[in-house]
């Protein structure tokens, strides 16, 4: 008797992770059904099937997610709803914008339309503190900011060469500050994503604009290896694994082409010491490692 309310115990524990699968799959089964209707049947729609199909879908997904999650009783199934709703918005907003045949460019109108879910979403998480609602407002957001900057950039005067970069450094130094912030709370989940995708998106900008394809500026090259130290070092404090093995990563090819060019530099006859010297250098990396996610640990 006591192994079978065992048994039922712990198939009531997984009762709910099992639940959330089954919704958020009958979510992507709902988007994609309208997916499919829309291009199955989209030359024979008049312009009131396609937004009432699109933005409408969208609205009515988000109001029956607020209706579930006002009841407490399912308010997993509520998320479900939310997520068809985050989906399908942006793109019922472009729907209606086509339609409309305002006279803006393809830059303007991303960028309308990422500011208006950015701004949805944002003030949905400000009424509804959902995990669901502060994703897809960082989502948008960083759409929105990229759209924005190069709808900027691309009405300057001034040439602006190595805005990508920039626009990533900046995003990427936002995602880790914002998981910083929600570090006070306790286990949140988008902490692990913001620090991985932050510090993703640094070292890329980064190594870009200063390591890579053996670029000239000696300044930048020297900033780019910092930040990869940086990134070790404050793997510890932040205790994220994603700045210890996304850094590390960052280190080996930093390493390898830093040595391309002096190998380049030196010829051929020093090849056997720079490789020597590579191997230590791996070894003290790798040492570094396992030394640094134990104390994270």
């Given amino acids: 008797m006591n192994k079978l309310k065992s048994d039922d115990q712990n198939d009531l524990s997984h009762q709910p992770s099992i639940q959330n699968v089954f919704y958020f799959v009958g979510s992507a089964f709902i988007f994609f059904g309208i997916f499919f209707f829309l291009f199955t049947n989209w030359p024979s729609l008049n312009n009131f099937l396609k937004i ?41 907003l472009y729907i209606v914008i086509d339609i409309l045949r305002l006279n803006i460019n393809p830059n303007q109108i991303g960028t309308l339309i990422y500011a208006i879910c950015f701004g949805t979403f944002l003030l949905s998480y400000w009424y509804y503190p959902r995990n669901i609602f502060l994703l ?41 500050l914002l998981g910083y912030y929600l570090g006070e709370e306790k286990m949140h989940p988008l902490i692990g994503p913001l620090y991985f995708f932050g510090i993703s998106y640094i070292l890329s900008a980064s ?50 082409d830093i040595s391309y060019q002096v190998i380049d530099k030196i010829g051929t006859y020093g090849w056997p010491l720079i490789l020597i010297l590579c191997g230590f250098i791996f070894m003290f990396v790798g040492f570094l490692v396992i030394h640094l996610r134990k104390k994270i640990i």
């Fill in 136 to 176: 897809f407002s960082i989502n948008y957001g960083s759409l929105f900011f990229l759209s924005l900057l190069q709808l900027i950039i691309s009405h300057s005067i001034l040439s602006f060469g190595d805005w990508t970069e920039y626009g990533f450094l900046s995003l990427g130094a936002c995602y880790i």
């Fill in 207 to 256: 190594y870009c604009l200063g390591g890579c394809f053996l670029n000239e500026s000696l300044l930048r090259r020297y900033i780019s290896g910092l930040l990869i130290l940086a990134s070790l070092f404050l793997a510890i404090p932040l205790k994220s694994k994603s700045f210890l093995y996304i850094g590390s990563i960052f280190m080996v090819i930093y390493i390898m």
């Fill in 52 to 92: 009432f199909s699109t933005l409408g879908s969208a609205i009515a997904a988000y109001i029956a997610a607020v209706l579930l999650y006002l009841s407490k009783k399912h308010d997993k199934l509520g998320t479900a709803f939310f997520l068809v709703a985050a989906v399908t918005f942006p793109i019922g």
